[in-house]
């Protein structure tokens, strides 16, 4: 619970000195907090950028004053993670998604979380008609998926176990597909990529409740439930012995934290 009291609340929005350093010390944990969870995918964190997000951070507490109506701190505290949340998901967006903008940026993660959290249907999906206003030009959507994924390279090294700091990329490709190392191409990168995607998708999927699970497999059709896409909710619901409006809030706590993993489990490729 905040120590703020609505008296130091509006007087930091009137510029006092003395109240606005209030706020400052309030939302610090706060600020280091949700820099720290932004800047931390697949169990590690990148330093350099949670001082960065803090940065980011402190400029929005202190931009949300002024367009905060009214002087309830728990209010206030609440429109300030608000702002921290959006300030950070776009800086973090603007560190980790180099070659495009935060625009299209938010546009392909809105058609990634439709194509059940795989990029290459994400990509069509964001240059087709089901993203209405917010449809991407194919280049776009293709540059929007490269950065998503990221470049690799067939020499980047990975740490799997007892194969020591020798094994790279390429390796890992050879031997999955039972061809030289040397004769591995971009094809193949491509082609290993893909069965990583599916197979992140369906242990992110695996990690949610068994309500949620099958809402968001039934919206995509994912085996063994079937298509209930184009269906109202009350279908779904009735087949599920459950209310249309638990299937909605399934939906939205299923989407918000099969993202989370399957994000988590990317930047772990």
Avoid at 89 to 109: H, I, L, M, Q
Avoid at 131 to 153: E, I, N, T, V
Avoid at 201 to 216: I, K, Y
Avoid at 225 to 231: A, C, E, M, N, T
Wanted: proline letters at 3%; aromatic letters at 6%.
């Amino acid at each position: 619970m905040t120590q703020l009291t609505h008296a130091q609340i509006s007087d930091a929005k009137n510029n006092d000195l003395d109240a606005v350093s209030s706020v400052i010390r309030e939302t610090e944990e706060l600020v280091k907090v949700r820099a720290f969870r932004f800047a931390t995918t697949a169990g590690h964190t990148d330093t350099d950028l949670v001082e960065d997000l803090a940065q980011v951070g402190r400029i929005a507490v202190w931009e949300s004053l002024g367009d905060f109506a009214g002087d309830d701190p728990a209010q206030f505290m609440a429109h300030i993670d608000r702002s921290l949340t959006r300030a950070m998901a776009d800086a973090r967006r603007e560190a980790t998604r180099p070659g495009v903008s935060v625009y299209t940026a938010k546009r392909f993660e809105a058609a990634l979380c439709q194509a059940s959290g795989d990029p290459y249907d994400a990509e069509k999906i964001a240059a087709s008609e089901e993203m209405g206003s917010d449809k991407l030009s194919p280049d776009l959507a293709r540059a929007a998926r490269l950065s998503w994924l990221g470049l690799d390279s067939l020499d980047r090294p990975l740490n799997r176990g007892d194969f020591g700091s020798d094994y790279t990329l390429g390796d890992a490709i050879a031997q999955e597909i039972g061809v030289p190392a040397d004769l591995v191409d971009s094809a193949d990168i491509a082609s290993h990529r893909r069965r990583v995607v599916r197979e992140q998708v369906h242990r992110a999927l695996g990690l949610l409740s068994d309500r949620q699970r099958h809402v968001l497999k039934a919206d995509h059709g994912i085996a063994p439930v079937g298509y209930y896409g184009d269906q109202p909710d009350t279908v779904l619901a009735d087949d599920m012995s459950v209310t249309p409006e638990q299937i909605k809030q399934a939906r939205k706590n299923g989407k918000n934290r099969f993202f989370e993993l399957y994000q988590a489990g990317a930047r772990a490729w």
